[in-house]
């Protein structure tokens, strides 16, 4: 695997040039700051609902179920079938709940949107 690597000198210069923009212009700043807190905000509010339809998620037999029957532990995973880096970590996955005794429910993103209204 290729891993590029910026000369030293290269880097200061990037640096330099994007310390100037980010003074001559603040505001892009605030920008990511919105954004960054929107992101925040969407992400607490699928926590929030998946806590609160933790039950749902959990009993939902039309959804695949490996591991124990009598797991003490549940994991409900919340994958993307499109998703490169969903597929590359699926492996680890189900490695993961072998070793730990770990039941887990498998949820496709497309599904839990359904599942949760959003």
Request: hydrophobic content about 45%.
């Amino acid at each position: 695997m290729f891993v590029w690597q910026t000369p030293p000198e290269q880097e200061a210069r990037i640096g330099k040039i994007a310390a100037d923009y980010l003074l001559a212009r603040p505001d892009v700043l605030v920008q990511v700051s919105q954004k960054l807190q929107q992101q925040q905000r969407e992400q607490l509010g699928m926590r929030l609902k998946v806590m609160n339809n933790q039950a749902a998620l959990l009993r939902d037999a039309d959804k695949p179920v490996t591991g124990p029957a009598g797991a003490k532990v549940a994991v409900i995973e919340f994958f993307d079938y499109q998703c490169v880096f969903c597929r590359r970590l699926a492996p680890g996955m189900v490695d993961l709940s072998t070793l730990a005794g770990l039941s887990r429910r498998n949820l496709p993103e497309a599904g839990i949107r359904l599942l949760l209204h959003i």
